[in-house]
C-alpha cells in the first residue's frame, strides 16, 4: 500500500529546489563557456598574427642573410676575375715580347741558312765548271798520248814493247781517270747531300754551331780525298812522262849515236822555255825513226799544263769556308 501511494505522491520541478539550482549553474558554466570562446576567439587570431609576424621577421632576416652572402660572394669573384684578367694580360704580353723575339731569332737563322745555300749552290757551279775542265784536260792529255802511241807504231820491236807498256799505263791511267770522276761524283752527291742537310737543318731550325762544324768536317774529308786523287794522278803523269823519256833514250843504231845524243841534249831541255832548240834537234835528224822519237818527246810534253792547272784549282771546300766564314 505505502508503495502504490508513493507512485501517486509526485512533487512537480517547480517546487524541487534542487532542479533551480541546476539550472543556474547550467546557466553559470554556459556564461563561462562563452567568456572561454570569447577569449579563445580573440586570442587566437593574436596568436596567428604573432607567428606570421616572427615568421615574416624570420623570412626578411633570412633573405637579407642570403643577399648579404650573394653580395659578398659576387664581390669575391668579381674580385677574383680581376686578378686573373690582369695575370692573364701580363702574361699575353710576356708571350708577345717572346714570340717577337724568337720571330726575329729564326728570321735572321733563316736569312743565314739561305746565304748559305746560295754559296753552296755557287760552290757545286763551281765544282761542275771546274771538273769539266778538268775532264776536258784529261781527255786532251789521252789524245796527245794516243797520238804519241800512233807515231811510235813505225819504230823497231824493242819500242813495240814499251808502246804496249805505255797502253797499259794508259789503261791504267783511264782507270784513274775514270775513279777520278767517280770520286768527283762522289763529292757531287755529298754536296747534294749537304744541301739537303742544309735544308732539313732550315726546317727544323737547328744550331748554326753544328752545322759550320759539320760542313768543315765534310769538307776537310772532301779535301783529303782530293788532293789524294791528285797524287795519285800526278804520280801516274809523272810515270807516264818517265816512260817517254825511256823511249826518247832508246838506242839508236851504231851510225846515227851522235845525232840522237845531241837530240836527247835538246830534249833535256823543257819545250816551254827553248822552243828554237826543237827545231834543230829535228833537222839535225836524219832517219824518220829518230824524228819521230823526238815527235814522242815533244808530244810527251804536253802532259805537263794538266798537272800544273789541276795543281792551280783551289782546294775544294777552301772557298766554301772562306764565303761561310
Keep these: 500500500m505505502t508503495e502504490n501511494e508513493s507512485a501517486k505522491f509526485r512533487i512537480r520541478s517547480d517546487d524541487n529546489p534542487e532542479a533551480q539550482f541546476q539550472e543556474d549553474n547550467q546557466e553559470l558554466k554556459l556564461d563561462k563557456l562563452s567568456r572561454r570562446i570569447t577569449l579563445i576567439t580573440i586570442l587566437i587570431p593574436c596568436l596567428i598574427g604573432g607567428i ?3 615568421a615574416y621577421r624570420d623570412i626578411q632576416t633570412r633573405v637579407g642573410q642570403v643577399s648579404d652572402t650573394g653580395t659578398t660572394k659576387v664581390k669575391t669573384l668579381s674580385k677574383d ?3 686573373r684578367f690582369s695575370s692573364l694580360l701580363i702574361k699575353h704580353a710576356k708571350l708577345e715580347v717572346d714570340s717577337t723575339q724568337k720571330i726575329s731569332s729564326l728570321e735572321k737563322t733563316t736569312a743565314s741558312l739561305q746565304k748559305n745555300l746560295q754559296e753552296a749552290a755557287t760552290a757545286i757551279k763551281y ?3 771546274a771538273r769539266k775542265s778538268d775532264n776536258q784536260k784529261i781527255s786532251n792529255a789521252i789524245n796527245a798520248m794516243n797520238k804519241t802511241l ?7 820491236q824493242n819500242l813495240e814493247t814499251m808502246a804496249s807498256e805505255i797502253k797499259l799505263y794508259d789503261q791504267k791511267l783511264s782507270k784513274e781517270l775514270g775513279s777520278f770522276s767517280q770520286s768527283l761524283e762522289g763529292i757531287r752527291n755529298n754536296l747534294i747531300k749537304i744541301q739537303a742537310d742544309i735544308l732539313y737543318l732550315a726546317s727544323v731550325k737547328t744550331d748554326n754551331k753544328a752545322f759550320d762544324l759539320a760542313l768543315q768536317s765534310q769538307q776537310k774529308n772532301y779535301q783529303l780525298d782530293l788532293q789524294q786523287t791528285k797524287l795519285d794522278i800526278d804520280k801516274k803523269i809523272a810515270s807516264l812522262e818517265s816512260m817517254i823519256r825511256r823511249i826518247g833514250q832508246v838506242e839508236t843504231p851504231p851510225s846515227k849515236k851522235s845525232q840522237t845524243k845531241s837530240s836527247q841534249k ?3 831541255v823543257p819545250p816551254e822555255s827553248n822552243p828554237d832548240s826543237k827545231a834543230k834537234t829535228s833537222q839535225n835528224t836524219a ?3 829518230s824524228g819521230s822519237v823526238e815527235n814522242a818527246v815533244k808530244e810527251s810534253a804536253t802532259p805537263k799544263p794538266v798537272s800544273e792547272d789541276t795543281s792551280s784549282l783551289p ?3 777552301s772557298f766554301i769556308e772562306q764565303d761561310i766564314k
Design 315 to 317: 782546294k775544294p771546300g
Design 150 to 156: 800512233e807515231t811510235l807504231t813505225p819504230l823497231p
Design 81 to 83: 676575375l680581376e686578378s
Design 52 to 54: 606570421l609576424f616572427l
Design 127 to 129: 765544282i761542275r765548271s
Design 266 to 268: 835538246s830534249t833535256s
Design 287 to 289: 832517219t824518220p825513226k
